[in-house]
């Protein structure tokens, strides 16, 4: 249970609605499979042990704010506390983490949080509202050669107070029917205001948080270790002596699992990478299945000709028959389900009747393919030809998307070369605007349109829009549905939204994600989500040995 004390009001009333709505949603459609874990509230957890864990690359920088891939929250996140937290055994519910409690005000324009009184940093230094205000701060406006990845979030906060060391309040210029969640994000690491004063950078190359564990040690290439931090602020925890994160992927994952040199995975594996752990290991795994807040999108360089025309764009995403790429790609890999810009299933998604409707999207693949060539005609780019700039170190699922689209775009008679990159280079080549077009990563933590459409808004607005596109009705219709707290008014803007984006097509999801977790047994305390950023500090996990 949260330790919110928050009034009768009608905002928070609002947004308890949708987090209640969507957790119907989400247990209607989590899929439970053979081996699913047994209900472990009645277990007493033990102290001891270092959890091993893969993870397919190495973070492309220290900096919470500037990353987006899971492949930084999977290492960093057991370093770090954020504000509040997502109580994963109960998601969609949200809990204190840095906070113990707080209010909100009648109108939704005042969050005031009361922080614990017992948190260290890892040197040894108090924690209170000024290193929470400086962090925010950060993260709002970043300085310069900074990258907030994630700002056009909290553009509703206009001033942060600090009335004493223990109290920090946000003032909002308007109701944001998605802030509670905003606090919630695993990406808002609380850094030290001390620390910014002497660099405001310093963040991008040092490590310096209060969570459960501290930094230990990194080996190129190899590993990562973090060790129990004795002085964390909830007494008894974290029950593990410490973690160990081995840096492999593919085939080498499954083999580790199945020599006992890993005891988990927490991004996804396939469905047959399941069967065979299964088959090996029986019940000594655990397998947790269920939809994914995940998607592939395809982004196009909006400053790069012929990308600049809404027709090519359109073109290329009418050629992906995305009903037959769901069937082939659901059997060697985690894509499975056809959606919009919502998660397929939840509350404010689209559904099929109306989804087929929009470009790329219809069943009739033929006359979706003859629409493509003739808007390519008209733009005059029947010979066109680009590079598709990849990821090449987490090849599930990039690598078989890549092959399908190319494939996909020669019937409509696009020519498609792959430019398959590490990690750190594909996600700097994004920023960077350094493209034609790429395969992008649309992941979020929590299933709401304030967070999950700020792939689409502008650029100048959302670093996240790798499409460099500005498009002011976008802009405003994104704040519309943020400071709508009807739910039926705020699903019909998103609607719309929706209806313009795949129609401009700067950005058009490809194919949403089924996540897919083996984890030995004998990991206790680790609850499964529809997002695999959250719940991942490893505070409750323990080993049951």
């Not at 002596?241 to 006992?260: L, N, S, T």
């Not at 990039?398 to 020519?415: D, F, H, M, N, T």
């Not at 047994?521 to 490893?538: E, F, N, T, V």
Request: glycine share 6%; proline share 6%.
């Amino acid at each position: 249970m949260s330790n919110c004390t928050t009034p009768a009001i009608r905002p928070a009333r609002r947004t308890r609605r949708v987090f209640a709505a969507l957790a119907v949603v989400f247990l209607a459609v989590w899929q439970a499979t053979p081996g699913a874990a047994q209900d472990e509230s009645t277990e007493t957890p033990k102290h001891g042990g270092v959890l091993v864990y893969a993870v397919d690359a190495e973070p492309p920088n220290y900096d919470c704010y500037a990353n987006y891939s899971f492949v930084f929250l999977h290492v960093m996140a057991p370093l770090y506390s954020t504000l509040l937290k997502f109580d994963t055994a109960n998601y969609p519910a949200i809990v204190g983490d840095l906070a113990q409690s707080w209010t909100v005000s009648r109108d939704g324009d005042t969050y005031s949080f009361k922080l614990r009184h017992n948190v260290l940093f890892h040197d040894g230094t108090p924690l209170t509202s000024a290193d929470v205000k400086a962090s925010y701060e950060r993260l709002i406006h970043p300085q310069p050669g900074a990258i907030s990845v994630r700002k056009v979030n909290y553009a509703a906060i206009k001033a942060i107070d600090t009335p004493d060391p223990y109290t920090v309040v946000f003032h909002l210029s308007w109701p944001d029917a998605a802030m509670l969640a905003n606090f919630a994000s695993p990406w808002n690491c609380i850094y030290s205001a001390a620390k910014l004063r002497d660099d405001p950078n310093y963040p991008k190359s040092e490590i310096l948080g209060t969570g459960p564990f501290v930094f230990a040690g990194r080996t190129k290439g190899k590993d990562w270790t973090g060790k129990r931090w004795n002085k964390y602020f909830i007494p008894g925890k974290p029950y593990l002596d410490g973690y160990r994160v081995e840096f492999i992927r593919g085939p080498a994952v499954v083999k580790a699992m199945e020599e006992g040199r890993i005891m988990a995975q927490f991004r996804s594996f396939t469905p047959a990478e399941r069967d065979e752990l299964v088959g090996a290991l029986g019940d000594k795994v655990a397998v947790h299945e269920g939809p994914w807040i995940t998607n592939l999108l395809v982004v196009f360089n909006t400053k790069q000709p012929p990308f600049n025309d809404a027709r090519v764009r359109r073109a290329l995403s009418l050629g992906i028959d995305r009903w037959d790429a769901a069937q082939a790609l659901s059997r060697t890999t985690f894509l499975k389900f056809v959606g919009g810009l919502m998660r397929p299933g939840t509350a404010m998604a689209t559904s099929e009747t109306d989804l087929v409707t929009l470009p790329g999207f219809s069943h009739d693949a033929e006359a979706s393919r003859a629409e493509a060539r003739q808007l390519l005609a008209e733009a005059g780019a029947t010979h066109l030809a680009f590079r598709l700039t990849n990821r090449n170190d987490v090849p599930v699922p990039y690598g078989p998307a890549a092959q399908y689209l190319i494939a996909a775009w020669r019937k409509i008679g696009v020519e498609v070369t792959e430019n398959a990159l590490p990690t750190k280079e594909w996600q700097n080549d994004l920023q960077a605007g350094n493209f034609t077009v790429a395969l992008d990563l649309a992941a979020d933590y929590f299933d709401d349109p304030t967070v999950q459409l700020t792939r689409y808004v502008s650029h100048d607005i959302s670093p996240l829009d790798h499409s460099e596109a500005t498009d002011r009705f976008l802009d405003a219709l994104y704040v519309g549905q943020a400071v709508n707290g009807n739910a039926r008014e705020r699903t019909a803007i998103v609607g719309a939204f929706e209806r313009h984006a795949l129609n401009q097509a700067n950005s058009v999801p490809f194919l949403w994600w089924n996540r897919i977790i083996v984890a030995a047994s004998a990991m206790k305390g680790w609850h499964m989500s529809p997002s695999h950023y959250i719940g991942q500090d490893l505070a409750d996990v323990w080993l049951d040995r």
